[in-house]
């Protein structure tokens, strides 16, 4: 008989690291497409304030001044006879809602802000980004022309986080012109009147195939990008043994999506070349950086595989790494891949509120605002997260 001494930590990892694959179950939208199962987590809670919203499906929150929170959402079919946004307000720090008020803008948010003046920009539609100066009780509205991008595919906005504000005033956000069967050519367009008119458009690295890409303005001035990237960038990079769950992911269906990072230092002229994160498929649906007012940056994502919901990793270096080890688990209540979209704001007490949404009642083909409920949790990014290396 042979006596084993004890197994240390590090011996452990690398037993994991050389132990025979986990044979997951199949299916894109189910099991553990690219989580290590050779793990065992270590969890702790933390106490957050969750509301659940009536007519928002999808919701995105901002905050004003004084302090009101204002969250765009969408109604539509079976709830609602057209699909259009909607508006409520909170004055107790997103613990009760107004009642909702249907918009006359069309289609679903694809990015809400508030800018420093107040002032409120929701993108909506296929090329739609409205503004109001009044806390969303009236609306102006800017129809993106047909002929600022080139080519002659539908134009999306996608469902991204809305516009970043420069320091100089200038507005920028994402725009994306369909090209092909699940491809895009993504660019950024630019308001210099506090969005009232939209130009200079400015493309940006299409190795992504992204409809959906967030942006964030860091304190230094750096813009990084989160795209929601196709699996033929993957496999176009040669990254199946980088992004996990990539092998073998559909190259044309949200199954093989992933994120990617990339950054200009020139106010988005020019951009780097994409680089994974870390996350691997099924973990973009979509994903948003939010830089916090202490320099850390929280990546927030769908998560579209078991525990199906909502999950956030930091960086401490401008996004250059993300801590995939160490990931906080904000929603796991989703009957399915059903779910996600977390876009966020951090409000004037330091905590982050989260917008998102979750398959709440089960059905094969669940009904926003039916069988999928929009959902806000206000949390508190804890102080030693991510660990320091």
Same mark, same amino acid.
């Given at each position: 008989?042979?006596?084993?001494?004890?197994?240390?930590?590090?011996?452990?990892?690398?037993?994991?690291?050389?132990?025979?694959?986990?044979?997951?179950?199949?299916?894109?939208?189910?099991?553990?497409?690219?989580?290590?199962?050779?793990?065992?987590?270590?969890?702790?809670?933390?106490?957050?304030?969750?509301?659940?919203?009536?007519?928002?499906?999808?919701?995105?929150?901002?905050?004003?001044?004084?302090?009101?929170?204002?969250?765009?959402?969408?109604?539509?079919?079976?709830?609602?006879?057209?699909?259009?946004?909607?508006?409520?307000?909170?004055?107790?720090?997103?613990?009760?809602?107004?009642?909702?008020?249907?918009?006359?803008?069309?289609?679903?948010?694809?990015?809400?802000?508030?800018?420093?003046?107040?002032?409120?920009?929701?993108?909506?539609?296929?090329?739609?980004?409205?503004?109001?100066?009044?806390? %969303?009780?009236?609306?102006?509205?800017?129809?993106? @022309?047909?002929? +600022?991008?080139? !080519? $002659?595919?539908? /134009?999306?906005? =996608?469902?991204?986080?809305?516009?970043?504000?420069?320091?100089?005033?200038?507005?920028?956000?994402?725009?994306?012109?369909?090209?092909?069967?699940?491809?895009?050519?993504?660019?950024?367009?630019?308001?210099?009147?506090?969005?009232?008119?939209?130009?200079?458009?400015?493309?940006?690295?299409?190795?992504?195939?992204?409809?959906?890409?967030?942006?964030?303005?860091?304190?230094?001035?750096?813009?990084?990008?989160?795209?929601?990237?196709?699996?033929?960038?993957?496999?176009?990079?040669?990254?199946?043994?980088?992004?996990?769950?990539?092998?073998?992911?559909?190259?044309?269906?949200?199954?093989?999506?992933?994120?990617?990072?990339?950054?200009?230092?020139?106010?988005?002229?020019?951009?780097?070349?994409?680089?994974?994160?870390?996350? %691997?498929?099924?973990?973009?649906?979509?994903?948003? @950086?939010?830089? +916090?007012?202490? !320099? $850390?940056?929280? /990546?927030?994502? =769908?998560?579209?595989?078991?525990?199906?919901?909502?999950?956030?990793?930091?960086?401490?270096?401008?996004?250059?790494?993300?801590?995939?080890?160490?990931?906080?688990?904000?929603?796991?209540?989703?009957?399915?891949?059903?779910?996600?979209?977390?876009?966020?704001?951090?409000?004037?007490?330091?905590?982050?509120?989260?917008?998102?949404?979750?398959?709440?009642?089960?059905?094969?083909?669940?009904?926003?605002?039916?069988?999928?409920?929009?959902?806000?949790?206000?949390?508190?990014?804890?102080?030693?997260?991510?660990?320091?290396?």
């Amino acid at each position: 008989m042979t006596i084993r001494r004890e197994t240390s930590q590090s011996q452990m990892q690398k037993e994991a690291h050389s132990a025979p694959a986990y044979p997951k179950p199949g299916g894109w939208y189910t099991g553990f497409d690219s989580v290590n199962m050779h793990q065992v987590w270590v969890t702790s809670r933390i106490p957050a304030v969750r509301v659940r919203l009536r007519m928002a499906g999808k919701p995105q929150a901002a905050q004003l001044g004084d302090g009101t929170i204002v969250v765009a959402g969408f109604i539509e079919p079976p709830a609602h006879s057209e699909r259009k946004c909607t508006l409520q307000h909170s004055e107790d720090n997103a613990r009760t809602f107004s009642e909702p008020r249907v918009l006359d803008l069309p289609g679903r948010p694809g990015g809400f802000k508030a800018l420093k003046n107040d002032t409120l920009i929701l993108a909506s539609g296929s090329g739609f980004i409205s503004r109001s100066s009044d806390a %969303g009780r009236s609306w102006t509205t800017f129809k993106i @022309p047909d002929d +600022l991008i080139p !080519g $002659r595919g539908p /134009l999306t906005l =996608g469902e991204c986080h809305g516009p970043i504000e420069l320091p100089d005033g200038t507005l920028m956000i994402h725009v994306a012109r369909e090209v092909g069967h699940y491809k895009w050519e993504a660019y950024v367009i630019r308001s210099t009147d506090e969005g009232r008119t939209w130009e200079d458009p400015t493309r940006v690295p299409t190795e992504t195939d992204a409809d959906e890409i967030s942006y964030a303005c860091l304190s230094d001035g750096r813009i990084i990008g989160i795209a929601r990237c196709s699996a033929a960038f993957i496999k176009r990079d040669r990254l199946e043994d980088i992004v996990p769950g990539a092998a073998g992911a559909p190259v044309d269906q949200e199954a093989g999506d992933s994120p990617a990072m990339f950054y200009s230092d020139d106010w988005g002229r020019t951009w780097s070349h994409p680089k994974p994160t870390g996350l %691997g498929v099924l973990q973009v649906a979509g994903a948003y @950086p939010l830089q +916090l007012k202490d !320099g $850390r940056i929280v /990546l927030l994502y =769908g998560n579209r595989q078991f525990p199906f919901g909502v999950q956030a990793v930091g960086s401490r270096d401008r996004g250059e790494t993300w801590d995939i080890d160490h990931p906080i688990v904000l929603s796991w209540t989703s009957w399915s891949g059903y779910c996600g979209h977390p876009r966020s704001v951090q409000l004037q007490d330091g905590t982050v509120l989260t917008g998102y949404y979750t398959q709440w009642k089960a059905g094969e083909s669940p009904a926003h605002n039916a069988e999928c409920a929009g959902e806000l949790v206000r949390w508190r990014v804890p102080d030693d997260w991510p660990p320091k290396k």
